[in-house]
């Protein structure tokens, strides 16, 4: 008789909950969207990496720490930072579970 797979047919969340890393996985996708966005937003200006670092009152070696996908220590006020000097606003809203 043929195993019965408990994950065909579940949603890739419910997986990544049971395996504990919902949460890392959820903080990573969210950093690389927002750090795809910036770079997006300062390429279509033409804005460098010195410039934006200016602009927001900052150091090249945090903006760069802004800009990796990986790193997910990220602020509300860095976000808001980087964005202003790019003349956009932060949008943040809480989503049900």
């Known amino acids: 008789m043929a195993k019965h797979n408990v994950h065909i047919g579940s ?3 419910d ?3 049971e395996d ?3 949460e890392e996985v959820s903080a990573r996708a969210i950093k690389r969207v927002i750090a795809w966005q ?3 937003a300062m390429q279509a200006q033409g804005v460098t990496k010195t ?3 200016q602009r927001m009152h900052t150091s090249r070696s945090m903006l760069d720490r802004l ?3 990986t790193d997910t220590g ?3 006020d860095t976000l808001s930072r980087a964005a202003r000097a790019l003349g956009y606003r932060v949008k ?3 989503a049900a579970a």
């Open 67 to 69: 800009l990796d996908d």
């Open 11 to 13: 949603a890739l969340d």
């Open 38 to 40: 910036l770079r997006e």
């Open 92 to 94: 943040v809203e809480l």
């Open 74 to 76: 990220l602020t509300i």
């Open 15 to 17: 997986l990544l909950a």
């Open 51 to 53: 410039v934006m670092a």
């Open 20 to 22: 504990g890393v919902l």
